[in-house]
C-alpha cells in the first residue's frame, strides 16, 4: 500500500488564524494529541521570529514523542548575513529538532518586492541556507512558498527555485499554494512540470482554503506523485486556513487506499478536532466534514426511512471509522422512526406498539406546533420521554417569581434583581438575587434555593444562550410580542446539553429552559449513582 | 465568453441543514436577495412534502422576480399511481413554476432498497413523470440522485436513468453526489462516459461536502462541460451541506473566465452571504472563503508588510471584487477606509482628512471593543455618524424606566408590565403599558409617550427581534450573564432598517435597539420632509 507522510503545521500557521491564541502550554499539549493520532511531523513554530516560539522549544526538549518528529521553522537566510552569522538559521539550529523547514521565495515578484533582492540573490540564499542546516540536521524540507503563482508568472524562475534547493541537499520539495487561488486542473498541469524538470525529487504540497479548494488541491498533488501533505486540524490558519487534515487524511485512507495515520488512529480523528477546538476556545464548526456534529446527522423523512434500512443509501463512510456517529434529528416532520430511534440513542429501547410512544408523540406533535424544536435540545427531548414513560421528576417545584429591571438617565446599566419560591423537598424556598440581566437574576435566584438541597449544582455552568423570534408570528403581531424559543447549553465536569423554552415572553422561555437543564443535571446525577 | 447558470436550492437544499429553520416570510425574502444577485433559477421548496412549502408556492406568486426564474422540486411519481393521479405531481404543477424539477434514483441500490420498486419499474417512473411533466412545463430538469455512486455501483443502470429522462423530455441532466464522497479524478472519469453515451445531452452538477470537495467537485464538471451548478449560499445543506455558491460562482467567475451572474453582480455576493446568515440566525463563517470576515484578513508581520507593499502578495482576488474589503488586524489603517467605504454606501461624501471621520473612528473602536457589530446594523451606524457631524437628534431623551415580570404557579405566562419617563420636547411624559414580555412592554410604554408628539410612529411596526451571545465571554461568565447583542429590524411603508444594542442586560440592550429604531424613523421622516 502507497504512503503518504502527514506534515501538520497547527501549532505555526493555523496559529496565524484570526481568534486562535495558543499558550505554550496549549501547544505542548496538542503536540501529544497530534503523536497520539500518528501524525509523522509537527510543525510547532518559527523560533527565529519571536520569543514565545523560542521559549517553547526550549520547553519542549523535556517532551518526548511516540510517532512523530517536531520540526521547526523558518526562512532562508538574511540577504545582508551569511549562513553562518544569521541569527534567523542559528535560532532554527538552537531548537535541536530532528527536522527542519526552510521556506523560501519562488515566486519573482516576491523575491524583488516583498523581499527586495535581485533574483539571482534569492537563489543564492536558498542554496546557501538549505546545504547550511542540512549539513546540521537529520532531515530537511524546503517549502516553495508561492510555487504555483510563481510558475504561472516565471515558470523557468519557479522551477530553478526548486532545482537549487533539491542540488543543495533538501529532503523534499514542499509545493505551496500560499494564497489559495490556484485550481485542481491548473494545478496539476504545473505538477506535471515539475515532475519533467526534476524526476527524482521527492515532492510535498502545502495548500491554502481560499478558493474552498485546499483538500482538492492537497488530493490531487497526491495521486500526482506528493509523498507528503502539510495541512492543520480543523483547516485553521490565515485568512481562511490551511489544508484541513480532518478532510485530507480520511479521503487519503478510505477514498483513495493510501496509508498515512492508519485505519486505528483514524477513529483518534474526532477526539482530535475537538481537543485542538477546545483547546483554542473556539466553536467546533457543525457542518465540517468527516468529524462536524452535522456530518452523519440526518433530518429529512426520506432520508431518514433510508438510512434505516441501509445507512449507506446516505452516508459516504461508516461514522465510526473516523470516530464520529448517526444522528437523527427530530424535526417538524418527526414520524414515530425519528422518535424510537432518537429514544435508542439516548438508551432507551422501546416497542412500536409501546403505548409510551403514542404519548410521546402526541406531546411532542403539542409542542412543536407552540415552536418547540426537539432536534437541537436533546436534553428536554429525554426529560419528556421520561415523563411520557411515567417517571415524574420531582427535584423541586415551582410556586412563583418576580423580576423587575429598573434603570434611570444616571445608570449605565439597569439594576435588576429577581425573587423565587419554591417547593424542595416539602420545604418552602423563598429566595433573591441580583444579576447581570433578568434571567442571570432568576437563574441565580433558583440555583441559591437548590444549591443547600442539591450541593452538585454548583458544578454546572451556563455555556451558550441563544433566542430565536419564531415563525409567522413576527409578522402578525410585531417582532417584540411574537413568540420566541430560547435555546440554553448547560454544562458540568462530565458532559454537556441543551435545553429549550418557548413562550410570548422571553423572561418565561428563557425559566423553562433553566428549570430544564436544572432538572436533567440531577436526573443525569441519579442515573450515575444507580449505575455506579 | 462561455456561460453556466447558477441553480440556488438554498430554500430547499440549504433548509435541510441542521439548526437552519426558516418562516415562509424569511424564505420569501431571501428569494428577493437571490434574484438581486442574479442568481438564474431559484429552486424554493418541496410543494408535494409539507403544507409550509405548500404554503409558500401561494403566497410567492404575488411576487415577481427580475433575473430568477422559479423552481418546484419533486420526486417521480408513487409507483403505485399514474402520473395522472399521482399527488406529488399534482403539487408541483399547482406551484405555477415556470421549471419543475424531478428527482429520480440512478443507484439500483436506492430503487430496490429506499423506493422497494424492480429497477425496470424506476425506469418507468423517471420516463413517465419527466414526460407528463415536460409537457405542462416550460423547463424540466432531471436531478439523477445518487449519480455517481450509482455509476460505481452499475454504470449501466445509471446511464439508463440518465438516457431515459433525457428521452423523456428533460432539458437538463443533474448528476448529484448527493453522498458528498466522490473524489473530483473519478467524477471526471464518470462524465467523461456520460458525454460518451449522451453526446447532446446537457448536464449539470450538483455535489455535496461530506468529503470537503463539494467545490472541487463543481468546478471540475464545469471544466468538463457541465452547463449548470446547483448549489446553496454559504453551503448550507444536510449534513455537511452542497456546494457553496460563494464560492463556486467567484472561483468561475474569476479563475476559469466563465460567465455566471456577471462581475457587476458579484459584488454583492458579501451582502447575500450576510443577509442569509442573517435571516436564518447562524453564526457568519470566519474563515469561510471570498466572503468571510477573515478572507482577507492579514495577522502576520511578514504578510502584513508585504501587502502594503503590493496586496496580491498573499491575496489571490481584489477583495472588492465580491464585496469584501483587506483588513489588517491590530491596524487602524484599514478602519478609516472601512467607514468612509460605509458612509459613501449611505450618501454621505467624507474627505480622508475630514475631523468627522477621526471622530467616528475613535468613537466605533470603542463600540466595536463593547462587541458592537456594524456591519449588520446600518442604521444605528448612521445615527453615530449624524453624531460625529456634530447633528444631534433630540427628539426625546431618557429620564427612567422599570419594568417588571411576574409569574405564580397558575399563570400560564408572567404578568409584564413596564413603566417610561421621558422629556419630549420640554415635557415630561410618563407612561404605562402592559406586554407580551419585557421589551414589547417597554416598546409600547415608550410609543405611548411619543405618538402624542410624532403620530407617524403609528406606521412602524417591529419586524424581527434576533440576540446573540458573544462569543469569548461565555466561558468567562457563565452564558446568562455575558454580552449579548440584540438586532431589531423595524419597518414603515416606505423603508426597513436595522438597529442594535449591547449590554450584559438583554433588557437594556433590546431598549437601545427600540431607541435607535425610533430615533431612525423620526429623523428619516425629517429627511424626507427637507427633500420633498
Redesign the interface.
Known sequence: MRKVSIYDTTLRDGA????LNLTTEDKIRIAHKLDELGIHYIEAGWPG?NPTDKRFFEDIKKHTFENAKLAAFGSTHFAKKTPENDPNLAALLEAETPVITIFGKSWD??AT??LGVPLERNLELIGNSVRYIKERTDEVFFDAEHFFDGYINNADYALEVLRTAYEAGADKLILCD????T???RLSEIIEAVKETLPDAEFGIHTH?????A???A??AV?MGASQVQGTIN??G????NA?LC?VI??LEL??DIETIGRENLKRLLVTSHFVSETA?L?P??????V????????????V??IL??S??????TPESVGNEQRV?LSD?AGKSNILFKAKELGYELGKDDPTVDRLLKELKLKESMGY?Y??ADASFELILQQAMGKELNYF?????????????EDP??F?EATVILDVKGQQEHTAAT??????AL?RALRKGLERFYPKLKEV????????????A??D??????F?RVL??TGDKNERWTTMGV??????A??QA?VDAINYKLFRDDVRASQA
Open positions: 496565524q488564524a484570526e481568534e521570529s515578484l516576491h518586492i516583498a500560499t494564497n489559495g487561488g485550481m485542481p486542473h482554503n481560499d478558493s474552498e479548494l483538500v482538492a488541491n488530493v490531487e495521486r483547516g485553521y490565515e485568512r481562511c486556513g484541513n478532510s480520511p479521503n477514498k483513495m476556545n466553536r464548526f457543525m457542518r465540517q466534514p468527516y462536524g456534529a452535522s456530518a452523519f446527522a440526518h433530518k429529512g423523512g426520506i432520508h426511512s433510508a434500512k441501509d449507506k443509501t446516505y452516508e459516504h463512510i434529528l416532520q424544536e432536534s437541537v417545584s415551582f410556586k412563583n417569581f418576580f423580576v423587575v429591571d429598573a434603570k434611570r438617565e446599566e439597569p435588576t444579576g447581570m440581566g433578568p434571567v442571570n437563574d455552568r451556563l455555556l451558550d444562550f441563544k433566542v430565536r423570534v419564531l415563525s409567522g413576527v409578522r403581531t410585531g417582532g417584540t410580542a411574537s420566541v440554553i447549553e413562550s410570548h415572553n422571553i423572561i418565561e428563557s425559566w433553566v
